[in-house]
Structures are given as C-alpha cells and as structure tokens.
C-alpha cells in the first residue's frame, strides 16, 4: 500500500473513531469502540504490523502517522471516559426498597441469657461444666446434704422416672431438679482448687403458669479452694448482678435455707421496674429475688471425699428465665417454650 | 407463719412499726413477704424456712426479734400464775373419785415424750373473742373454747397439742402405738383413712382415735357434751410424722411442725400453758397428768473457732464478738480447755444448730449480711480451663453456625405426650416414663426432637407462618443398654423447613425441599466437623420412602433427613409439607477433623468445559458423580453441577444434567487439547456406564 493510501485509511478510520466515540452512551459501547479502533485486530494495529513491508524512507512518516493517530483516538477515548464516568448514571432505583432477604437465623433468648452470664464468669478463670439432665437420686439429694424423708426436700419436687437403676445404691433416676448435682460430679473426679459454672436444664413439677414452669434452666457456680470466704460470694456476685443488669444495680445479701450451703443467702436486686419503689413486678416488695447462693455445707465437701477442714468455697444457682423475663420486659414464661417465630424473632 | 403484730408485742418491747419490723426480720432471714391488714389489725406473713422450726410460733418470733432488738423476751408463764396442776411433771395423781387413765407408749421410736393431762368437768362453749380474733388472724377458724385452746398454745409455742374427749376412749385408756394392717379411722376433716403397719396412732384399748401427730379422730372428738378432757402434749419422730402425712395425703398445722421437729423442752411447757387456759377459760379441775417417757435433756454443744470463722466469712471475727452474739441468741457459750475455741450449748429450741457453720451463719445474720466486707476472691490460675469448657463452647457454636445458615433455634419440652411419641414412631423399648408426671402431656420424655420441633411448626402454621426455618439442640433420652444417665441421654440437633427459603421480591422464592435441607446439613457437617455429609435412602417412621435418607460422614451414620410423611401431616393438621432432620451431635463431634493445612490458590489457569448429557431417572447422582471423577483423573480441579432438567424435550423417565468441570495442571498451563481429551473420557465413560446420552 501506498503512503497516500494509507493516510488516506488513517483519516478516515479517525474519522470513523471519532463519530464511534461520541455514539458510545456507555462505558462497555466504549470498549467496544476501543477494540474496534485500537485492539489487537483493529485496522489500526494491521497497519503498524505492516510497517516493516513499506520502503524504509516511507517507513517513518508512516509510523508517525499512525501512531499520531493512536494517540488521538486514545485522547479521544479518555476524555470520552471521563464524560462518561461523571454523566449522570441513568435514572435514580429506589434505594428504599428493602434489601434481598439474606438467610439469618437468631439463637433462643434463654440460650443468649445463659451464654451472656456464663461468659461473665469464664473471664474469671470459671470452667463451663455440664452434667446430665438425668440424674441419680443421690447426686440431686442425698450427696446436697439433703437427707431422704427431710422437709428441706419439699423445697425440690422432683420427677422421678419408671427406670430399672443400674446402681440402686446411688437411688432411683429422676430429671434433675437443680444444676447442683453437678458440683458433685465434677468434685469427685477433681481436687480443688476448682472454679465451674454449670448451665443447663432443669425441671420441677410445677403446674405451668405465666410464672412457672416445669421445665427451665439454671447456672450454677462453684469456686471451693482454701481460702474463699463468703465475702468473696458477695463481691463477685455484686460485680456479677451489676453486669447483667447495669452499674448502677443494687444488690442485697438474705439469710436463707439451703441444705448445701451454710451460711446461704438469697440475692435481690432493687426493683428493676420501679428502681425499688414498689410496684406489681416486685410484689411492693421493691426488691427482686434473683438467685440463691452460700459457702459450701462440710457435709458436700465429706459426701465428696474432700477435707472439710481444709476446704472451704462458695456455690451459687440462678434461673435463666426469671433474669430473661426481668431483662426483656417479659410477662409469661410460657412464651419461651411457644417458639412463635413472631417471638423469637424480636431477638 | 402468720403473726399478729399485737399478739408479737406481748411477748416482746418494740417500738418498730409494722413495715419496719418486717424489713428487719427479711434481713436476718424470716422473710416477710406481705403485711395484711385483719379487722384493722397487721398481721406480718412469714416465710419461715425448713431450717426454722423454732420460728413457727409467736413465742419464737418474738424471741428472734428479742435477740435482734436487744430486748428482753417476756413468755406468757412470767405472767401467769402457775396452773393448779403445776409446771414440773407429775407422774400421776389420782383425785378422790379416782378418775384414772392409763398413759403407754408402745412405739419408743416413735414418741419420746408423751404428757397427758386430765381435765374434769369442763363446760364446752366458744371461746372469748380476743382468742378467735387472734385465731382468725393466724387463719385458723374457731371452733370451741378447748380446741381454740389447744389452737392457740400451738401457735403461741409452736408445740401441737390435741385434746380428746376422755369420756369416750375405751377403758380410760391411751397408747401410743403403730397401726395393725385393716384398722381406719375417721379423721376430723370428716375423711374415713384406711392405715398401715407403719403410721403411727393414738390408740384406746380398742381402736385408734388419731393419728400421731397429724390429726385427731372423730370418735373422741370435743365436743359441746364433753365433761372430761385428756390434753396430749408430745414429742414424735419428725420422720414418722412426715411419711404417715404423705402417705395419707394430710397435712396439718400440726404435722407441719412435728416434721420440721418441735423443741423437746417445749412440750411440758406447752402442756401447763393449755392447762392453765383451759382451766380459766372452761372451767373444771385437774385431775391427773401423765408424763410418759422424758428423758433429761442432752444439750447439743459445738465448738467455734474465731480463726476459721473469719476465714469463712472473710471478715475478722474475735472470740468475744462471737460469744456476744451467740449468747445473745440464747446459746451458752463457754471458753474451750482447747484453747482458742468457744464451747458452745446450743438452746433445745435450735435443733438445726449441730454443727460449727451453723454458728458462722449465726453470727452472719446477727451482724447483718449487708455489713459484712464484699471482697473479690484471690485465685490461683489454672491451665485446665480449656478441657472442661471445650464441649459447650462447640455446642454453643453449633448452635450460632445453625443461626447464622439460617435456622431459628426453639426450645421445646423435654417432656412430650405418649401419642406425640407414637405419632413419629418414637415409643419403643426405649420409652422412658415419668413415675409423677404432671400430666398425660407431658408423660414421657422425649425419645426424639422431632415431636416438639412438630408442635413448634404446627403452632407458627396456625398462627398464621408460611415460611419456617426451626432448629433445636437439646437432650433426648432412651433407655438402652447400661441404664446409667450417662448412657442413655444425648445430645441431638433437630432442624425442621417448611414454606420458602427467605422469600424476598427481589427474586428469591425458593421452595423448602429436601435439596435444601440437605445443602443446610452439607454445610453445618463441613463447617463443625471437616468432612463432607452423605445420605442413602432410608426408612424412617415419620417419613415416605423414597423422600428419606439416613445421613453419613466418615462412614458413620450421624443422623436421618426426609420429608414428612402424608400420614403424618395429616394427624398433626399440617396445613404444608415439611422437611426434618435430627442429628446426634456425640457422632458430630466424634467425626470432627482438625482443620487441613491451607494451600495457597493454584497458580496456573483452568481450562473449563461444560458437559450436558440425558440420564434414565434410575441413575442416582452419586453413581455420576463418581463416574467424572474417574474418568477425569487428577487433572478434574472442580466438577459441579450446575443444572438438572426434566420435562420436553427430555423424555419422561429421563432428566437431563450440566456439568461445569475445570481442569488444571498445579504445575503448568494446561493445553487445550490435554483438557479436552479428559473432557473425551469424561463424556465416553458417562456413556458406557451410566447409559447416558450426551446433549
């Protein structure tokens, strides 16, 4: 091909370039255009590879020509891009359509109340222990200090179960009224010191009502070594309480009965409804009952093999539920057991 | 425990009010839980714990809130003159007409102490309105001026008494003795009770005329006739009294106290005081008093130490605060030969003072919890913490993986009906009941989740939910092999679908199938355990054949997957199918895998070919599967299908399938020819061994 042929092409493919370019509405049409014009098997480019075929005293001017012309349309081309990329982007979507739903699931607020004060502890140095929902008679009573044929036993109804014992020594089987029964099992496989929170799954036959149920959950904790005393129950448990249910909680130490601990005490925090001004969620009372608590009984410590001359700790209980229903606003324990997605979905 | 404000301020100087009183005796442990108003008057209602049995009573009230004020305890015998019949014990005496009862203990074991007091020629009326007025606050309904009387003592001492009408007992004569097998008695509630060899009664020569300690008979009731009284005042065995209420289903005020266990040294004392009552306020004469079996009394003693205290309590305690406190209390407190430690004599009313903590807890109280220091313990480290709390931290996380593929976790009872159980053929060998179950709802426990996760669906379906995505991980129990809590509960996860996957409009409408439930297992056993799922077809109770699979990872069988059977759905008035699954997560953990080392992506490109071929619907996809990645070899980087077609132009009986497969060298660029002469086998094995045809 000639010089003149080839200028001749040159003009009219950036001529073809240019209207290409201003045509392009959008970034791909572009691209397209930039294939077209400058990619590897656009007219362009095999004009270049044909370089090497012309005389050697066109080969320069041509060159030149061509690559004049590349730098034009990639000129072009830019300042196209950049109009491009600031034109306004086509209609406005409706950005307040809801997103697409996106699986997710939500965990039961029990389990979230129980994992939210098993994590207070395990900070701590707490072990989180669990133990079996059936239970021997023995470990939910008689190794608890709680004597069969004993009163202190009304405070436990228990459901017993139509099961052969593989051990009548250890009693019938029964589903487990408190997590207590695992402080024993976890005593008499270790030696202290031990720290453990035991949640978990309990039941007592207790007609349901919006405040009872017969089946719940408890944590249970146990810190025995050599020097705990029942002052340190109370500043744990003060900073626990205060953790659950704010800073500013107050707190106040009972004396209570419970046959595994000596002294025992019942914990109540000030009203959370009328912050302690009497009101119908705390009775009038303006305290709030949340949990049971004392320094473990020697009988516990002998039923497990340890010394109770040289052992000496504290074990406390609470409802899961009942710190729920105070936390959430909730009136009625059954509605944790509904599973209304309308409920369980608030969480 | 019901106390009068007025009657409490007899036996006690205070200046508290009402609320201030009940807001003192909570703190030290006799908790008030309301103050109601009777004809004008507070009545404060205790809850007083198994451990207090010295508190049912007015007089013990009083003597706690003595100790607790500083005050001195004024009892009733103070005040009055001693009865004609005296305080100390009598053995008998005879009066002129020889009125004359014989008094026995049989049963040892059962009675220690038994005082009876002969009372002649008493006039039965009401008794005068400030004793009802009190009764009737304690919530005890008058009936005449004995009972009221032995009402009253009762509550006044906490010591239970009964009064027969001794005119009608055969022979004059009274025993305290076990019951024969085919005796009965009347009580006097007026039911007729059929006894047993083991409960203990208070018998005539004849017949029993009450049982010990729980209730009198109505054979020798007092009535407005009644000339001649015989006051009984006793001390039974707590556990006798106990079982005996149990077995008969009766409760009284009086058992109530007897199983907590009265104060030994209360009975004479409770005696005398009815005595001297009844003599002022129905007349008569003592006759005689019978005092059968008392022992001297064998004070508890207990030695406290100072140190240990403090260390208990976490508070510096001297040997004499704690004896101040203590003989505040009413013990008597001496210096041990020891040294150091106090010897301690516990009062008789305190039987649940036996041991040295029961003393810190006295000394507790008495300072007040709230002023005891609140420290924050000093605790060695231990590197155990990991081992123990490794099983519920995977639990807990089994449960955030199944909320975060989508599922929404229920808490369903432990505790299902029989017919639940039935329903998804869950009541075999290994049904476990419960001996007292609360009701036939909740009878037995539960052998599966799939019943409660069944009743979680129903509820949402009838409220209205079309779309539900439920899960549970809890305990279920059978009674297989060793019966042995740990053998025969497990841990399992429940997941049940129904309706559409997370419908939205932007386009997502995908129905619940068991694909979909099997992709949520696939990716639950790949996330918690490292290792892909399997399933075969199985036969469930609950499911249709041919929609049901038993699921496998590592060669086990780790759980079932299937849709819900049409019977099923029926019976449970499910208004949609549904899809379950329950996995034991023992197996789960078993199989998990420490995580592989992670590799750094292939360098080179793949070559990526699709393949569509038309299978006879007997084909099962594993069997394809497996034939690519064969025929394929070790140059197959990735094979997924990415499509599964039925309906014309594929013939009936036939669906067709796309793979997308791409192949891969690690170490070099693969050609194209080297892909595509995979691609060849691919398409050649799929031909001659899974009759298929290609697109």
């Given at each position: ?31 397209a255009?930039?294939v ?38 990639e ?22 359509l809801?997103g697409?739903?996106i ?10 109340m129980m994992d939210?004060?098993?994590?207070l ?9 669990e133990?079996?929902?059936?239970e ?13 044929d ?23 089987l ?18 202290p ?8 799954k ?17 944590v ?8 705990t ?7 744990i ?21 419970f ?7 019942e ?15 705390c ?13 473990v ?14 052992v ?5 209980g ?30 | ?31 008030v ?11 404060l ?5 198994p451990?207090?049995?010295d508190?049912?009573?007015i ?14 305890l ?7 003159a001693a009865s004609?019949?005296?305080t ?10 020889a ?6 203990i049989?049963?040892?074991h ?8 002969l ?7 009401s ?6 007025r ?41 025993r305290v ?17 059929s ?12 017949v ?22 015989l ?5 039974f065995d707590p ?21 907590r266990?009265?104060d ?35 004070r ?10 403090s ?9 004499t605060?704690?004896r ?14 020891a040294g150091?430690a ?12 036996t041991?040295e903590v029961d003393?810190?807890?006295?000394v ?30 995977r ?16 808490i ?11 329903a998804?053929?869950?009541d ?7 001996a007292?179950?609360?009701s ?14 069944l009743?979680?669906?129903?509820r949402?379906?009838?409220?209205g ?45 995908t129905?619940c ?6 992709g949520?297992?696939?990716?639950l ?33 780790v759980?079932?997957?299937g849709k819900l ?6 019976a ?7 899809w ?30 699709d ?6 619907d ?10 690519i990645r064969?025929?394929?070899?070790a ?10 077609f ?11 399938l796309?793979?997308?497969?791409e ?5 070099r660029?693969l ?25």
């Open positions: 091909m000639t010089r003149d042929a080839l200028t001749q092409q040159l003009e009219e493919l950036a001529h073809g370039a240019s209207q290409s370019l201003a045509a392009a509405s959008t970034l791909a049409a572009l691209e255009a930039r077209k014009y400058l990619g590897s098997k656009s007219e362009a480019t095999r004009i270049l590879k044909e370089l090497p075929s012309l005389p050697a005293q066109e080969r320069a001017a041509v060159g030149k020509l061509a690559n004049d012309f590349k730098r034009r349309i000129e072009a081309l830019s300042v196209r891009r950049a109009a491009l990329v600031e034109a306004p982007a086509g209609p406005a979507i409706d950005i307040t809801p697409s739903a699986p997710h699931g939500r965990l039961h607020p029990v389990t979230r939210a004060i098993v994590s502890f395990v900070p701590l140095g707490f072990e989180v222990v133990g079996p929902e059936v021997w008679e023995y470990y939910n009573f008689d190794a608890l200090n709680i004597p069969p004993h009163p202190s036993r009304e405070s436990f109804d228990t459901f017993f179960l139509e099961l052969p014992s593989a051990e009548p020594k250890r009693g019938r029964v589903l487990r009224s408190h997590t207590s029964p695992v402080q024993i099992r976890v005593m008499e496989r270790r030696k010191p031990l720290r453990i929170v035991v949640p978990g309990v039941f007592r036959p207790d007609p349901l009502d919006p405040s009872h149920s017969f089946m719940f959950h408890q249970e904790g146990l810190m025995v070594d050599n020097r005393s029942f002052a340190d129950l109370k500043g448990l003060d900073q626990v309480l205060k953790a659950l249910f704010g800073p500013q909680t107050k707190t106040r130490f009972r004396p209570h009965f046959p595994f601990t000596e002294p025992s005490a914990v109540d925090i000030a009203c959370t409804a009328c912050q302690g001004q009497g009101c119908s969620t009775q009038r009372k303006g305290w709030l009952e949340i949990m049971g608590c004392g320094m009984h020697p009988n516990v410590f002998k039923a497990v093999g340890y010394d109770p001359a040289k000496q700790g504290f074990a406390f609470m409802g899961v539920e009942r710190i729920a229903m105070l936390t959430h606003g909730i009136k009625d324990i059954r509605l944790f057991y509904e599973n209304d997605l309308r409920f369980l979905e608030q969480c | 425990m019901r106390v009068p404000f007025e009657w409490l301020k007899e036996y006690v100087t205070m200046r508290l009010s009402p609320e201030a009183l009940a807001e003192r005796l909570t703190m030290v442990g006799l908790e839980t309301a103050i109601e108003q009777v004809e004008g008057e507070p009545v209602n205790l809850e007083i714990t451990n207090r049995a508190c049912l009573s007089i013990g009230v009083a003597r706690e809130v003595a100790a607790l004020t500083s005050q001195p004024k009892p009733p015998s103070d005040r009055r004609p019949g005296g100390k014990p009598a053995s008998s005496r005879p009066t002129a007409q009125l004359r009862a014989v008094v026995r049989d049963d040892r059962g009675c220690e102490h038994y005082i009876g007091r009372i002649k020629e008493v006039r039965v009326a008794s005068p309105a400030w004793m009802q009190r009764l009737v606050a304690c919530g005890v309904r008058p009936i005449n001026n004995v009972v009221d009387v032995t009402n009253y003592v009762l509550l006044e001492y906490g010591q239970p008494l009964h009064a027969f009408d001794f005119d009608r007992l055969s022979q004059g004569t009274l003795r076990r019951a024969q097998a085919g005796e009965s008695l009347t009580t006097l509630d007026g039911v007729a009770r006894l047993s060899a083991d409960m203990l009664v208070i018998a005539d020569a004849a029993p005329i009450a049982v010990a300690g729980v209730m009198g008979g109505t054979g020798s009731e007092v009535t407005l006739q009644t000339r001649t009284l006051v009984e005042s006793a001390l556990v006798t009294v106990r079982r005996t209420a149990r077995k008969l289903g009766l409760a009284s005020e009086s058992s109530y106290r007897f199983e266990g009265v030994p040294q209360g009975v004479e004392t409770a005696s005398a005081r009815a005595a001297t009552l009844i003599l002022e306020l129905a007349g008569g004469e003592e006759a005689a008093c019978y005092d059968v079996g008392a022992k001297p009394l064998k508890v003693g207990v030695l406290v130490d100072a140190g240990r205290a260390r208990w309590l976490g508070t510096p305690l001297s040997p605060a704690i101040t406190i203590l003989a505040k209390l009413s013990c008597h407190v001496a210096s041990s030969e150091g106090l010897h301690v004599g516990v009062p008789s009313f305190r039987r649940d003072l041991q003393l810190y807890e006295e507790a109280r008495a300072i007040g919890y709230d002023r005891l220091p609140s420290t924050i313990p000093i605790a060695s480290l231990t590197l155990r913490s990991a081992e123990e709390t490794a099983s519920y931290v639990a807990q996380s089994l449960r955030g993986l199944c909320a975060s593929l989508g599922l929404t976790e229920a369903t009872w432990s505790l299902i009906a029989a017919d639940e159980a039935a998804v053929g869950c075999g060998d290994g049904t476990v009941r419960v007292n179950p609360l036939q709802d909740h009878a037995i426990v539960r052998p599966s989740l799939l019943a409660g996760l009743q979680a669906l129903r949402n379906l009838s409220r939910r079309t779309d539900i995505a439920l899960f549970e991980v809890g305990r279920v129990v059978r009674a297989q092999g060793r019966i042995v809590p740990e053998n025969i509960e497990c841990l399992q996860l429940g997941v049940v679908l129904s309706g559409r996957w997370f419908p939205d409009w932007t386009g997502g409408k129905p199938s068991f694909w979909l439930l099997k949520l297992l696939s990716t056993v790949r996330r918690f355990c490292g290792c892909e799922l399997q399933t075969a077809h199985a036969t469930h109770a609950w499911s249709d054949s041919g929609q049901s699979a038993a699921v496998y990872a590592e060669g086990r069988v759980g079932v997957a059977s049409r019977k099923l759905r029926e449970c008035e499910l208004s949609q199918d549904a379950y699954a329950e996995l034991a997560v023992g197996e789960l953990e078993a199989i998990r895998r420490a995580p592989p080392p992670l590799l750094a992506p292939a360098a080179f490109p793949p070559v990526k070919r393949v569509s071929i038309i299978l006879d007997r084909v099962a996809f594993d069997e394809v599967a497996r034939t064969e025929a394929a070899g140059l197959a980087d990735r094979i997924e299908l990415i499509d599964r039925t309906g014309a132009p594929v013939p009936p009986g036939k669906h067709s796309t793979f997308a497969i192949y891969r060298d690690p170490s660029t050609t194209a020819a080297e892909a595509d002469a995979a691609h060849q086998r691919i398409a050649e094995a799929l031909t001659s061994r899974c009759g298929a045809a290609l697109r």
